[in-house]
């Protein structure tokens, strides 16, 4: 019997994979955007080092705070400065609809400024989850996470799809633990263990770093052999960023995701254009690009857009 064999004999149907290609191609790469997130503790000096490999990565930055303002505290030092957008409400759907403005704007990177309290901030995710729970689950989390879990994936979906460099900050949960100081005494040190985000949010990034109260920098992971392991004590963002960029620059060029608003808008486009673009969007992986409705300017993602384009002229209703 091969190994691929259906275990459960001639009877078991095969899962409908609907019009799925499974035509193998060969493997390319292309010049990217930089996917990095920064966890540490309170004090641990990710904000900061988040604006200045901001900074390196693009001198037009933009910042969605939920910080209350803490990174404008730091605007104009060495040169570092950016446009701002503070947010008193962490629903997921605001943080898509925050980059679907700064990718409207044309803002060549982004810092979220932190993502943790779009998890467990006001009207966060967990927020989500609990009211949904209460509301129409009977109390019942697993039922509250059948709205949580979309909302949620659609968010981190269009945080990786953001057309310009994105980088995130994360508050880490703190622990306590006896280590041995240069006195040879035992003293208490503060810990982050793990980012205050939904679990294995941090491994969607190409980099992520954690920051302790030293102010030491250790990349965890990396897709870029160059800061693989790196150790950096007080980190000077704008060198990361540099090394970052050489890596992410190699390549072919990538596809402009507005190009494809430009197809999807053009008076003569039909349905069967709309349905093949839309193939194509997904075979790239960006229809959770946000942006702006060209029409009304409501946050939406590149593949809602070119679909409910295509319903419109299924409908008779665009012009």
Sequence with gaps: MSRLSNPS?????????????????????????ARLAIMGVS???KTWTGLRL??????????????????SKYAGINGVTF??????????????????????????????DSLSHFWSGTEGTLEQ??????????NNTFGGWKEGTPLQNAMVDALLSY????????????EWSLQTNANGKKEPVRLGTRPEQRRGVEYEFD????????????????????????????PDGADIAKTLLGWLDEGAAG????????????????????????????????????????????????????????LALKNGAAS
Excluded: W
Excluded at 212 to 232: G, M, Q, W, Y
Excluded at 284 to 308: F, K, N
């Design 129 to 138: 989850v609990d009211r949904a729970a209460k509301q129409r689950f009977g």
């Design 54 to 71: 901001t900074h390196g990565l693009s001198p037009r930055f933009a910042v969605i705070d939920t910080e209350r303002g803490a990174a």
């Design 255 to 310: 596809v402009d995701p507005t190009t494809y608003v430009d197809r999807a808008t053009a008076k003569k486009v039909t349905f069967e254009q709309l349905g093949e673009l839309r193939q194509e969007v997904d075979a790239r992986g960006l229809q959770a690009t946000p942006l702006l409705d060209p029409a009304d300017g409501t946050a939406t993602t590149l593949g809602d857009y070119i679909q409910a384009r295509g």
């Design 207 to 234: 980099v992520v770093a954690q920051m302790d109260t030293e102010n030491t920098f250790t990349v965890i992971k990396s897709r870029c052999p160059d800061l693989h392991a790196l150790v950096l004590e007080r």
């Design 9 to 33: 004999g001639p009877a078991a149907r095969p899962a409908d994979t609907g019009s799925t290609d499974f035509t193998f191609a060969a493997a390319t790469r292309e010049k990217a955007k």
């Design 83 to 112: 446009d701002t957008l503070q947010l008193h409400s962490y629903h997921p759907n605001n943080l898509i609809g925050a980059l679907a403005a700064a990718a409207n704007a044309g803002y060549e990177a982004v810092l979220v």
């Design 43 to 45: 004090g641990s000096g």
């Design 163 to 174: 057309p310009g460099h994105l980088v995130a900050t994360m508050r880490a949960h703190t």
